[in-house]
C-alpha cells in the first residue's frame, strides 16, 4: 500500500517478481498509511481522520469506517506505528490510540491514559 499525492494505491506481487498488478483505491483520500493488527490505516490530514481497511485486504475501504480526531482543535498531520499503538500527530499535540477488539463495527480508540 502506498500514498501518494492524496491517492492510496494497492499493489500486489511476489517479493523478487517483476511482475506487479496495481489498484487505485477511489473511495477516500490519504497522505500517509500504515499496517497493524491486519489492517492498513489510512490518515486524510485536510479532514484529521483516519479510516480502516478491512481485515487483511487493502483493496477495499469503506468510507463508513473512520475515525475523526475530536480530543483536541490541531489537526493531525502524520501517524506512526508502534507495537500494539498507533501514534497520530498534530502540530501541537499527539493522540494516542490502541486496537481495543471492539464489537462497534470500528476497534482502534484514543487510549484514555495518555495526553501528549
Known amino acids: ?50 479510516y480502516l481497511s478491512a481485515l487483511e485486504d487493502g483493496t477495499s475501504w469503506d468510507p463508513l469506517d473512520v475515525a475523526q480526531r475530536n480530543d483536541s482543535p ?17 502540530n501541537e499535540s499527539t493522540s494516542v490510540y490502541y486496537n481495543n477488539g471492539g464489537d462497534d463495527g470500528f476497534p482502534y480508540v484514543p487510549n484514555p491514559s495518555v495526553a501528549i
Open 1 to 50: 500500500m502506498v500514498a501518494s499525492d492524496s491517492t492510496l494505491y494497492c499493489l500486489n506481487g511476489i517479493y523478487g517478481s517483476t511482475t506487479f498488478s496495481g489498484q487505485i483505491i477511489t473511495t477516500i483520500s490519504a497522505q500517509s498509511v500504515v499496517f497493524q493488527d491486519g489492517y492498513f490505516i489510512a490518515l486524510d490530514d485536510q479532514t484529521s481522520s483516519i
Open 74 to 90: 490541531d489537526k493531525w498531520i502524520d501517524l506512526l506505528v508502534r507495537p500494539k499503538e498507533l501514534w497520530l500527530f498534530g
